[in-house]
């Protein structure tokens, strides 16, 4: 079985010695997730899913973030799905936590390990599959695609694990570094999805503040994290759930590297209409 560099949910129920305070928070501008709260009783089953149990991370709330689903999916031996998108118009990535995900569309199939992507277009006919003798383990991001009058829509493709490199940002050194799963020049794509990483020590040193909104899973490290007007300890494991204009900064204060998986909205023009 593939050993995988990345946190994975804890699964099972603590014990009666356990605490009841924790590190989980919902504010009107973020929440967090921590690790320790991805147990089996808040776990989903779903529709045309065989032997699957999903984490539920974030699904559109008025009045919070609008503009995706993500969940992580753990998939036993043999399970999967011949019509994993319930949504005509829903685009789909998938990011490899650990184990083997084959997914088959159009005329190829393609087995992914730990951090190996894969998007599929709205529309696209496909099956997600685990081969292996171990469960797979990975992140499921949807949002509804909004196609552009005269744009292309982008054809599906997968990447295996190391196949984009990361681009080191600029003034930092190569000590914060971005991979972009997605090509971030194709205009049809209307998300992105990249790993970011940073050396120990290394910052994001300004506080962002942009339109779109994020979801953050931790994959290893710890940091402190800027959001709103809080600084919150994260770690491997925990996931980060942000509005949009909800301002971010970090600083990577563990012994080793911090890296996270990030999803933002992109590459459209805001819609004019309160929906």
């Known amino acids: 079985m593939t050993i995988s560099p990345y946190a994975l949910p804890p699964g099972g129920v603590p014990d009666q010695s356990g605490h009841i305070s924790g590190r989980?928070?919902?504010?009107?501008?973020y929440a967090v997730i921590p690790n320790d709260v991805l147990r089996d009783i808040v776990t989903s089953r779903l529709p045309h899913w065989s032997q699957t149990r999903a984490w539920i991370l974030a699904r559109p709330l008025s009045g919070f973030a609008?503009?995706?689903f993500q969940a992580i999916l753990e998939v036993q031996p043999g399970?999967?799905?011949a019509r994993p998108e319930p949504?005509?118009?829903g685009e789909g990535a998938y990011f490899v936590l650990a184990g083997t995900l084959e997914i088959a569309y159009a005329d190829r199939t393609e087995r992914l390990g730990p951090g190996g992507f894969a998007w599929m277009a709205p529309g696209e006919r496909y099956t997600v599959t685990n081969p292996g003798t171990g469960p797979v383990t990975f992140h499921w991001i949807r949002k509804a695609y909004q196609p552009v009058a005269d744009i292309a829509t982008p054809a599906s493709f997968s990447a295996p694990a190391d196949s984009v490199a990361p681009v080191a940002m600029a003034n930092a050194e190569g000590r914060w570094?971005?991979?972009r799963l997605i090509d971030p020049d194709d205009i049809g794509h209307d998300m992105h999805v990249n790993v970011v990483s940073l050396d120990p020590g290394a910052l994001i040193p300004f506080a962002e503040t942009h339109v779109m909104e994020h979801g953050l899973y931790v994959l290893e490290g710890k940091a402190v994290y800027r959001l709103n007007e809080d600084w919150v300890e994260v770690e491997a494991g925990d996931f980060m759930w942000l509005r949009a204009f909800c301002p971010q900064a970090c600083y990577a204060g563990g012994t080793g590297p911090f890296s996270y998986l990030l999803y933002k909205d992109v590459n459209r023009h805001p819609s004019l209409q309160l929906r």
């Open 24 to 29: 989980a928070v919902f504010r009107t501008a």
């Open 66 to 68: 609008e503009t995706f």
């Open 79 to 81: 399970g999967g799905s």
């Open 87 to 89: 949504d005509p118009d």
């Open 177 to 179: 570094r971005t991979t």
